[in-house]
């Protein structure tokens, strides 16, 4: 059981360019959710999708796109990166359903530069 | 609206001295709190979470937090701290909604541990 994966650890793009964030999980969960991490402000979330085919924008979701053509993977696009999209990026997934508290699971991360 | 404020941006204690690390949340529904760490390039990790069940919340490595609805707090805590602790530390806020759940990270207190 990996639990949240992503891919690539770290990255570096120029102005412009484009890419693609991976993010897999192998518990069955149906919410999953990308989130950007900078310093002093915490977490703020992008996207997030309840299930295969669903998705919705979080806080801050200009700039990026997803999809959700499976229950395992959620990749995060970056159409024309931009410096101000330098960030950390961590995926996170849990179940659904009335839970009360329950527990996101975390990846280990996604560093992008943007030059 | 829920927030959550993370009263210290640094702590630093000595090796074998008590932790305690601040959090108030605002919410206008009955929430679930969770404090998660990160060490330094790393991924998140739970360190325990509240769910309207007992306000003394036991988690992994000797932390334990204490729910105070009529003070709104959910303060962390931890008897002696030990150098391994010295990470990131991030108190956040749950609200269940219908289709997904509204998560409120704060933004972080970093804790050090002097030798």
């Known amino acids: 059981n990996a639990g949240v994966t992503q891919t690539p650890k770290f990255q570096v793009l120029k102005t412009g360019q484009s890419m693609t964030l991976q993010c897999a999980q192998d518990?069955?969960?149906?919410?999953m959710s990308w989130y950007r991490q900078d310093p002093g402000m915490g977490l703020r979330l992008i996207h997030y999708?309840?299930?295969?085919?669903?998705?919705d924008q979080g806080e801050v979701p200009n700039g990026y796109n997803v999809s959700r053509s499976t229950t395992e993977d959620f990749p995060l696009r970056l159409l024309s990166a931009a410096p101000s999209q330098t960030s950390v990026y961590f995926c996170?997934?849990?179940?659904?359903?009335?839970?009360?508290?329950?527990?996101?699971?975390f990846g280990p991360g996604t560093r992008l530069l943007v030059l | 609206a829920q927030s959550v404020t993370q009263l210290d941006s640094h702590v630093s204690v000595s090796e074998g001295t008590p932790v305690l690390l601040r959090c108030n949340y605002s919410?206008?529904?009955?929430?679930?709190l969770f404090w998660y760490v990160q060490h330094p390039n790393k991924g998140l990790q739970l360190l325990l979470k509240?769910?309207?069940?007992?306000?003394l919340v036991k988690g992994i490595n000797g932390f334990e937090a204490e729910f105070k609805k009529s003070e709104t707090s959910f303060h962390l805590t931890k008897p002696s701290a030990h150098m391994s602790d010295a990470a990131e530390y991030f108190c956040?806020?749950?609200?269940?909604?219908?289709?997904?759940?509204?998560?409120?990270f704060g933004p972080g207190t970093s804790l050090s541990v002097i030798p």
């Open positions: 996170a997934s849990r179940n659904t359903g009335y839970y009360e508290g329950e527990t996101q699971y």
């Open positions: 518990m069955n969960h149906e919410y």
């Open positions: 999708s309840v299930g295969a085919g669903i998705t």
């Open positions: 919410s206008s529904y009955s929430p679930s």
């Open positions: 509240y769910t309207s069940a007992a306000t």
């Open positions: 956040v806020v749950s609200v269940m909604k219908t289709s997904y759940d509204k998560v409120i």
